[in-house]
């Protein structure tokens, strides 16, 4: 048994068997799928086996880079000629100048938006900003936001640098109690960050977030003698993310998370505040997989030491994060008008912690409320901003009183929706 401190690992890891068998369907359902054909990299046209290779180390920028491979259009529009672009791939230019002598380069005429391109979508401007080009309308500067975006003109983008906002809301209606409680219990969640993304040190990036959450909590009814919730609970946080982006076959990232979290119904005492931290390393096994080894604590009514550990796998149209705590299987669906559509299905672990107030019982307590949730989605990205909806099933609850008791939640739906520009 492998000892962190004085936990066992695979003890409090809370890997439970739903999502491990979740997790090793998709595994040995892609591994047939490849042995079948299905994703064999020449049988796409146009493909013709180009590399895809860039991987980032963060599981939150892993597959935000442009491949060097997406095929061109068929329909991009008639040619007067051609030149290799970004990542080797051919844009269809119109007359001009050429570059170096070779080929006629003028500006790349815009595809017709419902041909694929799985990470340069048509258009990628900022909503609340005008579409103003960069000189000749080609190239943005790394790290700068991309007005203008052209079939394979413009190379990997794995961070977004400067201010990123993300506003996302969900709802558990109600759903009927077990344990030392009553009647229904409902949940109404609001979550915003504001993150900040730049250099921190040569061959470093510092990604900080601030972090907001609104519960809004409708019953249970408590039993006697044993706590009830309060009405809401807010949770602020400060996540700082270091990391090294992909450059070669290894990279690491770290992250600390300190956080309040309390109903504000007294003065806040010591169970409020948290720590946690992760840190994770990435090897690339090939120019599709990556293989992720890592863990986090969790500093809760019960602390734990959690697993960040799987594998990753991309081309130019999947997109598979195996992983605990939280597996993503994504699939590209095309462009239409500026938008990039994908298809997900998600797995994840979910634990979080508030000091409140409880009556009947002590005044002050901390609650613990754990659970996994399965849910299927549709992303919409267009570059500089986007949003998603999804829906699916929310099991395993368990809501724990650090002062002993609880109630358990049957098995509900959960609905949410979020916009990040």
Do not use: C
């Amino acid at each position: 048994m492998i000892k962190w401190g004085s936990y066992s690992f695979f003890q409090d890891a809370h890997v439970k068997s739903i999502h491990l068998w979740l997790s090793t369907t998709a595994f040995f359902v892609f591994v047939s799928s490849t042995d079948a054909g299905l994703f064999d990299p020449t049988g796409f046209t146009g493909r013709a086996g180009q590399p895809t290779i860039y991987r980032p180390a963060s599981l939150t920028t892993v597959f935000h880079g442009q491949s060097g491979g997406v095929p061109m259009p068929q329909d991009a529009g008639s040619l007067s000629g051609t030149a290799p672009l970004a990542g080797g791939s051919a844009a269809s230019v119109q007359s001009g100048v050429g570059i170096g002598g070779q080929g006629a380069v003028g500006t790349p005429t815009m595809p017709d938006a419902s041909t694929w391109n799985a990470f340069s979508p048509p258009v990628g401007a900022d909503p609340f900003a005008g579409a103003q080009q960069f000189p000749q309308g080609l190239f943005a500067p790394y790290g700068q936001p991309a007005p203008f975006t052209a079939f394979g003109a413009n190379g990997p983008r794995p961070y977004r640098q400067g201010w990123q906002n993300s506003l996302e809301l969900g709802l558990m209606p109600g759903s009927r109690v077990t344990g030392n409680a009553a009647g229904h219990f409902e949940q109404f969640d609001v979550d915003y960050d504001l993150a900040h993304t730049g250099p921190f040190m040569p061959g470093w990036m510092l990604t900080w977030t601030n972090q907001f959450r609104l519960r809004l909590w409708d019953g249970p009814s408590a039993l006697p003698g044993f706590p009830g919730l309060p009405d809401q609970a807010y949770r602020f946080g400060w996540d700082f993310e270091l990391e090294t982006p992909k450059s070669g076959p290894f990279s690491v990232s770290f992250g600390l998370t300190p956080s309040i979290n309390t109903d504000f119904e007294n003065s806040l005492s010591s169970e409020a505040f948290q720590l946690d931290g992760r840190g994770m390393f990435i090897f690339q096994l090939d120019r599709y997989w990556s293989m992720v080894l890592g863990a986090g604590y969790l500093d809760r009514v019960k602390d734990r030491v959690i697993p960040y550990a799987g594998l990753t796998y991309r081309d130019d149209y999947w997109e598979w994060q195996l992983m605990y705590p939280k597996t993503t299987i994504s699939v590209f669906l095309g462009n239409e008008a500026l938008w990039a559509k994908w298809l997900y299905l998600s797995a994840e672990y979910h634990v979080e912690a508030y000091e409140v107030n409880t009556a009947p019982g002590p005044p002050r307590d901390e609650v613990e409320l754990e659970d996994y949730r399965v849910l299927l989605g549709l992303r919409m990205d267009a570059a500089m901003y986007s949003w998603f909806m999804e829906g699916g099933w929310i099991f395993d609850r368990e809501v724990t009183y650090g002062l002993g008791g609880g109630f358990s939640p049957q098995t509900g739906f959960i609905g949410r929706m979020g916009w990040r520009y």
